[in-house]
């Protein structure tokens, strides 16, 4: 079974930094598309930046140039920067591990964690 664990989540004013981490179990890791979404309060979930196994990354617009995703295959774990943070950031920040390829497949979530920008 694929678990993730997120943590790093908080409090933040606005131009301030936070570093997200999630910790994946359970999976082949390092041929797993791992991916940050959020979701706001009445806002559907979106998705915010994403890492291939091979280190490809993507990101939202309203991301770029301010977060940064990256990965530890040794670790088992994504992690995803936030710099220059603004109170539109504010919502529930899921992990979520996708593998799609080959007879061990799995679509699989963290449970959340909250940054709070505050103005």
């Known amino acids: 079974q694929v678990q993730l664990v997120e943590s790093g989540g908080g409090l933040v004013q606005a131009g301030g930094s936070l570093r997200l981490s999630c910790a994946v179990s359970?999976?082949?890791?390092?041929?797993?598309?791992m991916n940050w979404f959020r979701q706001a309060p009445a806002k559907q979930r979106e998705l915010v930046a994403a890492?291939?196994?091979?280190?490809?990354?993507n990101y939202a617009d309203s991301v770029k140039g301010r977060f940064t995703i990256s990965r530890d295959n040794a670790k088992n774990t994504v992690y995803l920067q936030m710099n220059s943070l603004k109170p539109e950031d504010t919502a529930v920040y899921y992990c979520?591990?996708?593998?799609?390829?080959?007879?061990?497949?799995?679509?699989?979530w963290g449970q959340g964690t909250q940054v709070t920008v505050s103005s």
């Open positions: 979520n591990a996708v593998r799609l390829q080959g007879s061990f497949t799995y679509n699989a």
């Open positions: 359970g999976s082949i890791f390092s041929s797993t598309t």
């Open positions: 890492i291939t196994g091979g280190g490809s990354t």
